[in-house]
């Protein structure tokens, strides 16, 4: 059986959700997490927000309301992992390891921070006025949201494709550095909803305070839609559909047929006036269900709150492991764990001389022909040094391994190398194998737990 497809997405709580964040995340994101085959963790980017927002009240409110959302939505939050980031104290450690291996010129050239400059530059001001550490490592934070939980699709609207790439870029120079340890994550766009655009046709950003805030009830939704700016072409006169962020956000919400027909409508000259009518009701009826759910979910913070508590045990049931197995990739480690050193390079170096090679001990598992189930104990530098008997199952095999791990030190032989567990026979010393160094490599595992 294939393992699952590991899909994860977040949302910055420094605002309203609107219907760009919906359509570019939110609706892909919910949809992906019904899909068989898929294993999926969705969050809220609160470390985030405090980059943009140094206002406690709206960096809680804004949590709430974007979980509600989510929840609205139809996220369900026994099927995925559903958390709020800073609820993830892996996600900081590895914001630091990757920060000592992210390129600072890289990071000169992010967006959000790159936009900060030129805008400093345009005004004669220092290059980095006003701009804080914090929105030149936004990149190094979200790539650590990604890699702490090894996953492979991030379902995000265009503007954050920049910061995937970044995010494997990181991890391909953590990997190269210290091993295989990070997976490389690939965006997922929509191409139909990439870029929506808000009320004057810029991207739909809270930034530009052009936004359609999700759950707008219906009289401000109205008055939303009617505010959208078009051209100055008189009923009757024929539209060009495709150069109008009106028909691109009906498209956004609109099946085949509807989009088909009011394309032509527009086209034969229906009036902007009507054609908002249009949107607003399209908008209305998908959504009005969604604000419902919304509004109940809002009057209890205390059920949010405890479905958050939740996911986050989820979600730190991977990064803990993970994050234990970085530390001890980068060096953070017992002083009791053996140093590897390899001819006259460090344990960094493999045999070309470059890259690295795995530097812990492993235990590997397989089937023979006999159809029995045998493992290996591999030194760390890739010398087998105890073989297994064979085994009814997996399962046998394996509780014989964590035996090992747990308690490693009580092992022995006898003269003929063969090794023992107490009352189990484990396998055989392979040739020219010293206890010690079994016993060596076993105590890195029990020191790991
Ligand atoms: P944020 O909070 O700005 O936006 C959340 C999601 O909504 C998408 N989006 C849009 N999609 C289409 N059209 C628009 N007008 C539009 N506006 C927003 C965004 O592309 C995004 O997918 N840094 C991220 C949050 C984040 C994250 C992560 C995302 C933090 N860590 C790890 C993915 C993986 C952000 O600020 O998104």
């Not at 977040?10 to 359509?23: F, K, Q």
């Not at 295989?180 to 046709?201: M, R």
């Not at 072409?233 to 956000?249: C, I, M, N, Q, V």
């Amino acid at each position: 059986m294939r393992a699952p497809v590991r899909i994860l997405t977040g949302i910055t709580t420094s605002g309203t959700p609107h219907l760009g964040n919906y359509a570019g995340a939110i609706r892909p994101a919910v949809a992906a997490s019904r899909q068989p085959g898929t294993e999926s963790f969705y969050f809220l980017a609160d470390y985030h927000a405090l980059i943009k927002v140094q206002d406690p009240a709206r960096v809680q409110r804004s949590t709430l309301e974007i979980a509600a959302t989510w929840l609205a939505c139809g996220l369900d939050p026994d099927r995925v992992g559903f958390y709020r980031q800073s609820d993830i104290p892996e996600i900081t450690e590895l914001t630091w390891f990757l920060t000592c291996v992210a390129g600072k010129g890289l990071l000169n050239r992010a967006h959000a921070y790159k936009a900060a400059v030129d805008a400093n530059t345009a005004s004669s001001d220092d290059a980095d006025a006003g701009v804080t550490a914090g929105l030149y490592m936004y990149p190094v934070l979200m790539a650590a949201d990604i890699l702490a939980f090894k996953a492979q699709k991030v379902p995000v609207g265009r503007d954050q494709v920049q910061h995937i790439e970044m995010a494997r870029d990181f991890a391909a120079r953590f990997n190269h550095t210290y091993g295989e340890h990070l997976v490389l994550p690939e965006a997922v766009i929509e191409e139909q909803v990439a870029t929506l655009p808000g009320l004057d046709g810029r991207k739909m950003s809270k930034s530009y305070d052009n936004t359609i805030p999700l759950f707008a009830g219906p009289a401000e939704l109205k008055r939303l839609v009617a505010s959208i700016v078009t051209d100055s072409r008189a009923p009757g006169e024929a539209k060009d559909p495709d150069a109008s962020h009106l028909f691109t956000l009906y498209r956004a919400f609109a099946d085949e047929t509807q989009a088909a027909a009011m394309h032509a409508a527009l086209r034969g000259g229906l009036a902007w006036g009507e054609a908002k009518q249009a949107l607003f009701e399209l908008l209305d009826g998908q959504l009005a269900p969604l604000r419902e759910r919304y509004e109940g979910l809002m009057a209890k913070p205390a059920d949010i709150e405890a479905t958050l508590q939740a996911g986050a045990a989820k979600a730190r049931a991977i990064a803990t492991p993970l994050l234990r197995e970085l530390r001890a990739a980068v060096g953070l480690r017992p002083l009791t764990t053996p140093v590897i050193v390899h001819g006259e390079g460090s344990e960094n170096v493999n045999a070309s001389g470059k890259g690295a090679t795995s530097r812990l001990p492993t235990f590997k598992q397989y089937r023979e022909n006999d159809g029995r189930f045998y493992f290996k104990l591999v030194h760390a530098d890739g010398r087998v040094l105890v073989q297994s008997e064979g085994h009814a199952s997996p399962k046998d095999a394996g509780a014989l391994i964590a035996r090992l791990k747990a308690d490693g030190a009580a092992l022995v032989h006898d003269a003929g190398r063969v090794l023992r567990l107490a009352d189990a026979v484990v396998g055989r010393l392979e040739e020219s194998v010293e206890l010690a160094e079994v016993l060596a490599s076993l105590a890195v595992f029990a020191e790991a737990d």
